[in-house]
């Protein structure tokens, strides 16, 4: 992902050392890796993947999609006689071994199903969203991988004319290479720069 065309580009427009744009992108590597997987699995406002969702329509969608045919389909394997096919003998019967296996995955999907609506139920009461916490946890990660890289990870600075830090202006480029597009990092900067202090703080 983060291949020699993107360290070019980044030499560029930093101006920093080789060495550092390369250890950079080994750093973003398998950032970008999980996070780009993620994408593509769940629905955000990212480029890649799914379509965005709001969280009232995921849990209507649980609710009449999985929630209650799951209910309904547990309930009709505790009457095992109805599944039988005496006299005859079906190829396809299922075994004792996988009944039991198939009851076992079905309470776990209904356990999974139900802590993700109370997941979504969290999250919206909270007036937050997958976007959000994606983007920030994101920032968070490439702030990090870049100041253990050796670049002072600082917000941009506007007085007139826009002074963009060499940070952001990394972080931009990693955000568009994962997400297809890059995003507004400046609030999310705040946050990391306040946790930092608070960590230096706390250490004395």
């Not at 250890?23 to 993947?49: H, M, Q």
């Not at 071994?97 to 009851?103: G, H, Q």
């Not at 990870?153 to 290479?177: F, L, N, P, Q, W």
């Not at 997400?179 to 930092?196: A, I, N, Q, V």
Request: glycine share 4%.
């Amino acid at each position: 992902m983060f291949d020699a065309q993107f360290e070019n580009e980044l030499l560029k427009k930093t101006g920093l050392e080789p060495q550092t744009i390369a250890k950079l992108a080994r750093a973003f590597e398998p950032i970008g890796k999980r996070f780009r997987k993620v994408f593509e699995t769940t629905p955000t406002k990212f480029e890649v993947g799914p379509s965005d969702v709001t969280p009232r329509t995921q849990l209507d969608w649980l609710e009449a999609n999985v929630r209650e045919p799951l209910s309904k389909l547990s309930g009709a394997l505790e009457a095992p006689e109805k599944f039988s096919s005496q006299p005859d003998v079906l190829a396809s019967e299922l075994t004792r071994a996988e009944w039991s296996e198939l009851a076992r995955l079905l309470d776990k999907l209904n356990l999974y199903s139900n802590e993700l609506s109370d997941c979504v139920e969290d999250r919206s009461a909270n007036q937050s969203n997958a976007n959000l916490e994606l983007r920030l946890e994101l920032v968070f990660e490439l702030a990090e991988a870049s100041r253990l890289a050796g670049v002072p990870v600082s917000r941009d600075h506007h007085s007139g004319g826009e002074d963009r830090s060499t940070a952001t202006i990394i972080m931009r480029a990693a955000c568009e290479k994962i997400c297809g597009k890059s995003f507004t990092l400046d609030h999310h900067l705040r946050e990391y720069l306040k946790l930092r202090r608070v960590k230096i703080l706390a250490k004395g």
